[in-house]
């Protein structure tokens, strides 16, 4: 999956955007400049996080969000950066955020055609122990451009209705991966550049993988069908009776990274306790759905395709199952059998 870094071809993130919008008849390249936004705003975050222990930037902001979670120092920081970022780049008229209860319409002069969900800092808690961390972002059309007319309807969408989605993860190394709907690219931050330059031009899923990624410690809430299919990986039902392996690093973006490169299994299921699952459709199940369907794999709630959920709420959450085709098709025959 991954490409020699050419010495002569400086295939950065902005000249793979500028390719895309090659491939897309009449784009003005709206997309092209919002989407460089996003890589500033990832740039920022990433510069943000690797300093944080040196600059006093780790730990509790003070504040909790409407989620309910106590707000890191560093998950406000990267809400500003986007906040900021976005705005700027004169092509938004929405933001949807994690930290912020609200939607943000975005007012002239800065006013523009797409609507952006995002979160901000993906996998806080881990922030403080040094352990990877994200940016998850979304990206909707206005149902009516340039009618200066933008309502929450412009967001409320299944995220079959998403142009582009994707996640940067601030790990041993910043890595960035990106669709516009026509496959997924990765791109990797050269510190000496300060440029993301194009590492895995073609991003596919391995159709199956004998890795399971759950966090186990609900498992007493589990419903059958989950439990079931984790019972089978454990003994290697489906691997010659080889077990599966568990990774599981508790922040979304670390764990659909490695599921997406090396194949297995992601899931976040409703449970007793969490009748919705914990993971928020808009913001994190969307992006990653599409990202995992545009590399040749597959994202259900259990029941359904994940992109065709319909949110009802900016913060409405759903349970997930993404990563290599095969072994969600097991999960969701199990769903039907239980
Ligand atoms: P966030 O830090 O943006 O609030 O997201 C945390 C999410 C996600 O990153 C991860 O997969 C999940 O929380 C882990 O939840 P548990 O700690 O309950 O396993
Ligand atoms: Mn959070
Ligand atoms: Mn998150
Ligand atoms: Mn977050």
Redesign the pocket.
Known sequence: QVAEVSETDPLTLSAWILTQQHKSVGARGRLTVLLNAIGVGCKFVSSAVRRAGLAGMMGMAGSSNVQG?DQKKL?LV?NEVFKNSLRRSGQCCILVT??EDEPIFIEEPFRGDYAVVF??????SNIDCGVSVGT?FGIYKAKNPGSGKYTLEDVMRPGTEMVAAGYCMYGSMSYMMITTGKGVAGFTLDPTLGEFVITHPNVQVPTRGPIYSINEGNAINWDVATKRYVDECKAGTHNNGKPYSLRYVGSMVADVHRTLLYGGIFMYPADKKNTKGKLRVLYECFPMAMLVEQAGGKATTGTKRSLETMPDSIHDRAPIYLGSKEEVELIEQFKKEA
């Open positions: 979670e998950d990267a994690e930290e979160d901000p800092l993906d996998g806080s998850i």
